[in-house]
Structure formats: structure tokens, C-alpha cells
Nanobody, 120 residues
Framework: HVQLVESGGGLVQAVGSLRLSCTAS????????MGWYRQTPGKQRELVAT???????EYVDSVKGRFTISRDAAKNTVFLEMNSLKPEDTAVYYC??????????????WGQGTQVTVSS
């Protein structure tokens, strides 16, 4: 498994900003994709943003125009820049990485999660 270490969560007021970081234990250029999920108590984990090995990005509709996913291959790090935060963005955010294992097999690794709390 790829080891992922997240940082950057915290408490922020509504319309504020935070930047999450996820640093991988290996060269992220070799990974198929990385991204972020979030989860609140009693709800399923929701995919927030992804970035492919080719740099293509996708976002859930609720964060489009407010969140930006990016990566720094030299630092093996993926970022999630979150602007115009809303209380409904409050969740534990999990970084993931998909690493090819040969053929069609993809191994997904997870970070430990970082809490984001947005106060109204």
C-alpha cells in the first residue's frame, strides 16, 4: 500500500478557506489517480475531487467553483484548496491513491483522515 499522510484540516468560519495536503510515500506520477473523499457521521463517504495521472480533474457538483485539486509531483503531494467554505462542508476528509498492480488490478490506499469544521 501507498502510505498517505494528510494535513491542513481545522476550524474555520463560513466563507473562509483551508488547504489540505496529502503526501504519498512513493512517486505520485506512477499512480493512476489521487483524490479526496469526505464523510460525516451517519452518511456514506462522498467523493469530493479527483486528479488523474494525466492531470484531469473532477469534482462533485456541490464544490465546483469553490474547491481546487492540484498536485506537486516533486513533493509527491496532492492539495485540496477549499474556498468559500460552508457549514455543510464540515466532515472528515480522506485522501486516497489508486496504484496499478498489473493488468486491471488497482489497489486503493487511504489516509488517516483530517477533520474540517466550518462554523456559521
Amino acid at each position: 500500500h501507498v502510505q498517505l499522510v494528510e494535513s491542513g484540516g481545522g476550524l474555520v468560519q463560513a466563507v473562509g478557506s483551508l488547504r489540505l495536503s496529502c503526501t504519498a510515500s512513493e512517486n505520485i506520477s506512477s499512480l493512476k489517480a489521487m483524490g479526496w473523499y469526505r464523510q460525516t457521521p451517519g452518511k456514506q463517504r462522498e467523493l469530493v475531487a479527483t486528479i488523474s495521472s494525466g492531470g484531469a480533474t473532477e469534482y462533485v457538483d456541490s464544490v465546483k467553483g469553490r474547491f481546487t485539486i492540484s498536485r506537486d509531483a516533486a513533493k509527491n503531494t496532492v492539495f485540496l484548496e477549499m474556498n468559500s467554505l460552508k457549514p455543510e462542508d464540515t466532515a472528515v476528509y480522506y485522501c486516497y491513491a489508486d496504484s496499478p498492480q498489473g493488468g486491471l488490478i488497482i489497489l486503493r490506499s487511504w489516509g488517516q483522515g483530517t477533520q474540517v469544521t466550518v462554523s456559521s
